[in-house]
């Protein structure tokens, strides 16, 4: 049975139920399978938490890459991880079909996070992570950082969809971890 979470969350002052188990900083990280569409190519290839393991993950969780906010998000962490290098691997994560988050990516000239796309049905990313909008079948905001270890180490969920997350604590939670 799926876990619901209802009043963490609103999308322009209504609250919104949530689907799935919470992730708080200190559990280990789900696993999930998302769709990421091959630079260059019409190949799609299934990703999951162990494509990067070994490395810091970042997951930038949006509802849609082509709204304001969500947008400036993405274009906020592809900017910074780029200082970061290879230490860190950075994803962009939306129910936007992976052609649609190519397209979104390559026409922002985003580089160094790659968009992962949970669009099919079992939503399997928005279930294990606990973000997804029951209410709209989206993502809701959130950013989660995952250690070497495989263990979630910074954990946010913005309380008004609307609303961004706090950039300065995930940022840190990654210096800290270098």
């Known amino acids: ?15 919104v139920t949530l689907l799935g188990s919470p992730v708080a900083a200190g559990d ?5 399978a998302c769709v990421v569409q091959e630079p260059g190519t019409w190949t799609m290839r299934e990703v999951g938490l162990d ?3 070994g490395r810091l993950r970042l997951y930038s969780v949006v509802p849609s890459l082509d709204t304001p906010v969500c947008s ?10 780029a200082a970061f290098g290879d230490a860190v691997a ?3 994560v939306s129910v936007d079909t ?13 580089g160094h996070l790659t968009a992962l796309s949970d669009y ?13 909008v029951e209410e709209s079948g989206e993502l809701c905001r959130a950013v989660f950082l995952v250690d070497r270890d495989g263990r979630v180490a910074h954990a946010e969920i913005t ?8 950039y300065d604590a995930a940022l840190a939670a990654i210096r800290s971890r270098l």
């Open 1 to 15: 049975m799926t876990t619901r979470r209802a009043g963490l969350v609103t999308d322009d002052g209504t609250p």
């Open 28 to 32: 280990a990280a789900p696993d999930f």
């Open 51 to 53: 494509d990067a393991a």
């Open 72 to 81: 400036r998000q993405t274009q906020r962490f592809d900017a910074e991880v």
């Open 90 to 92: 950075a994803y962009a």
């Open 98 to 110: 992976p052609y649609a988050a190519g397209r979104y990516c390559r026409g922002k000239e985003i």
């Open 120 to 132: 099919r049905p079992a939503r399997s990313f928005g279930h294990a992570w606990g973000v997804l």
């Open 159 to 166: 309380p008004e969809i609307g609303d961004h997350p706090d």
